[in-house]
């Protein structure tokens, strides 16, 4: 099993930018692919981004194709979500999870308590 602890969420205004931040514990998160997802109030959770173990691949949803750069250090077992240029429809509590590659939908583990983001106009 694998601990996800999620961190660097926050309010700013639309055109702003955050940096999130996931550190995995327990069976190292360096042995697994990594993905970022999040969840809007009544919607479901949804792929944001995906990065391989080595960080050479990297897969994005369109919605955040060209603002968001997901990153990891496996040193440190962590995994970022560097986010540009936010929208109002970013706002949404943000997840990471070990994903199956990097195009992966589903997390493998069970999902850590979350960052909340809101974006205001």
């Known amino acids: 099993q694998v601990q996800l602890v999620e961190s660097g969420g926050g309010l700013v205004q639309a055109g702003g930018s955050l940096r999130l931040s996931c550190v995995a514990s327990?069976?190292?998160?360096?042995?697994?692919?990594m993905g970022w997802f999040r969840q809007a109030p009544g919607k479901e959770r949804e792929f944001v981004a995906g990065i391989s173990r080595s960080g050479t691949i990297t897969n994005y949803s369109d919605s955040v194709k060209g603002r968001f750069t997901i990153s990891r250090d496996n040193a440190n077992n962590s995994v970022f979500l560097q986010m540009s240029s936010l929208k109002p429809e970013d706002t949404a509590a943000y997840y990471c999870?070990?994903?199956?590659?990097?195009?992966?939908?589903?997390?493998?583990?069970?999902w850590g308590q979350g960052t909340q983001v809101t974006v205001s106009s």
């Open positions: 327990g069976r190292t998160g360096s042995r697994y692919d």
């Open positions: 999870n070990a994903v199956a590659h990097p195009f992966g939908r589903n997390g493998l583990f069970s």
